[in-house]
């Protein structure tokens, strides 16, 4: 963390700065942290939304790039310039400073916890706890980053009666839903974040009834409709012996994976839940667990299938294979199980 805050102090005034952040919740809300930080200190940083990163190219046309929720598997070049800050594991540690609990330990914060981690240790002034809060319920890991935020109990109480966030503040985070149903609603989505924050008002996000705002709102909507469709009218797959529940969507107007499984989940708690969409030639997979370390059911599962990718989290791991190998994927993870 020490090393962190070092790297942030030690970018000029003049340096061209990048923030690159996760397209889903917890990655926005730990961009607008490391944004307002760089503001409050007098620099200019340009933020980009992307879902993995595989180019870094980008890298050439920055001095300085600082990586929140997101890294490469390695990084060996130019990493005199760039700042890490994820939770993802990663296949080796990166040459250059980075702060990233998975390499320790299996139960990690959400990055948002350790973007305001840092940006408190850095000398922020704002309140903006409840980004570091939102981005820890968006990516479901509470209880692992609730101690990065150091709330007092007023703020315990404000923030999570009975131990859920309030349901206005649920209304919120379905705002970040957007950014990933939809790749270019992303910016809009953190151009509100940002505003939020500026004016210390949560509830801006959710109240503001500007162009931006409806149509975050309608994305979600249609998005909604879209997932209720599928469900009613494709077959689950279950597998009782396995406790694995599969469900195909083909393809589909938005990424409504993330909805999909979530709602599966409801009705199979104790379940592996996995949910496939094509995307052209590629088909896609969200996969949850309460139990099981998908991250090693999964690799071993997509080992040696051509073109394939996975990354993600313990309980929620995704993974993608050539749309033709869609049906053998799905039998090999059944093996695995
Ligand atoms: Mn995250």
């Given at each position: 963390?020490h090393?962190?805050?070092?790297?942030?102090r030690?970018?000029?005034?003049n340096?061209?700065?990048?923030?690159?952040?996760?397209?889903?919740?917890?990655g926005?809300?730990?961009?607008a942290i490391?944004l307002?930080?760089?503001?409050?200190?007098?620099?200019n940083?340009e933020?980009?939304?992307?879902?993995?990163?595989?180019?870094?190219?980008m890298?050439e046309?920055?001095?300085k790039?600082i990586m929140?929720?997101?890294?490469?598997?390695?990084?060996?070049?130019?990493?005199?310039?760039?700042?890490?800050?994820?939770?993802?594991?990663?296949?080796?540690?990166?040459?250059?400073?980075?702060?990233?609990?998975?390499?320790?330990?299996?139960?990690?914060?959400?990055?948002?916890?350790?973007?305001?981690?840092?940006?408190?240790l850095?000398?922020?002034?704002?309140?903006i706890?409840?980004?570091?809060?939102l981005?820890?319920?968006?990516?479901?890991m509470?209880?692992?980053?609730l101690?990065?935020?150091?709330?007092?109990?007023?703020?315990?109480?404000?923030?999570l009666p009975?131990?859920?966030l309030?349901?206005?503040l649920?209304?919120?985070t379905?705002?970040?839903?957007?950014g990933?149903?939809k790749?270019?609603m992303?910016?809009?989505?953190l151009d509100?974040?940002?505003?939020s924050a500026?004016?210390?008002?949560?509830m801006?996000?959710?109240l503001?009834?500007?162009?931006?705002?409806?149509?975050?709102?309608?994305t979600?909507?249609?998005?909604?409709?879209?997932?209720?469709?599928?469900?009613?009218?494709?077959?689950?797959?279950?597998?009782?012996?396995?406790?694995?529940?599969?469900?195909d969507?083909?393809?589909?107007?938005y990424?409504i994976?993330?909805i999909?499984?979530?709602?599966?989940?409801?009705k199979?708690?104790?379940?592996?839940?996995?949910v496939?969409?094509?995307?052209?030639?590629?088909?896609?997979?969200?996969?949850?667990?309460p139990?099981?370390?998908?991250?090693?059911?999964i690799?071993?599962?997509?080992?040696?299938f051509?073109?394939?990718?996975?990354g993600?989290h313990?309980?929620?791991?995704?993974?993608?294979?050539?749309?033709?190998?869609k049906?053998?994927?799905?039998?090999?993870?059944?093996?695995?199980?």
């Amino acid at each position: 963390m020490h090393s962190a805050v070092e790297f942030l102090r030690e970018i000029k005034k003049n340096e061209r700065v990048c923030v690159v952040l996760h397209n889903d919740g917890d990655g926005i809300c730990s961009g607008a942290i490391i944004l307002l930080l760089l503001e409050e200190k007098g620099l200019n940083a340009e933020p980009m939304i992307i879902g993995r990163l595989t180019n870094l190219d980008m890298l050439e046309e920055y001095d300085k790039v600082i990586m929140v929720d997101v890294s490469p598997d390695e990084l060996e070049n130019n990493t005199e310039k760039v700042l890490i800050i994820d939770h993802h594991k990663r296949k080796r540690r990166p040459a250059c400073i980075f702060v990233n609990p998975a390499f320790e330990q299996d139960k990690v914060p959400s990055a948002s916890a350790l973007c305001y981690k840092l940006y408190s240790l850095a000398g922020g002034k704002r309140n903006i706890k409840w980004l570091g809060l939102l981005g820890a319920y968006s990516d479901r890991m509470l209880s692992a980053s609730l101690p990065l935020l150091s709330m007092n109990d007023s703020e315990m109480n404000t923030f999570l009666p009975a131990g859920q966030l309030d349901p206005a503040l649920t209304g919120v985070t379905l705002a970040f839903l957007a950014g990933y149903l939809k790749q270019d609603m992303g910016y809009a989505v953190l151009d509100l974040v940002l505003e939020s924050a500026k004016r210390e008002d949560p509830m801006y996000l959710w109240l503001e009834k500007d162009r931006k705002a409806k149509e975050i709102y309608q994305t979600i909507e249609l998005a909604n409709k879209e997932a209720r469709s599928k469900i009613i009218n494709s077959k689950l797959f279950v597998d009782e012996s396995k406790r694995f529940v599969y469900l195909d969507l083909g393809s589909a107007e938005y990424k409504i994976k993330r909805i999909v499984v979530d709602y599966i989940r409801l009705k199979y708690p104790d379940y592996v839940v996995s949910v496939s969409m094509d995307v052209n030639e590629v088909t896609t997979f969200s996969n949850r667990s309460p139990d099981r370390d998908l991250s090693v059911v999964i690799p071993k599962a997509i080992e040696g299938f051509p073109a394939s990718r996975h990354g993600g989290h313990v309980r929620a791991y995704g993974c993608s294979v050539q749309k033709v190998d869609k049906k053998r994927f799905v039998r090999s993870l059944l093996n695995a199980l």
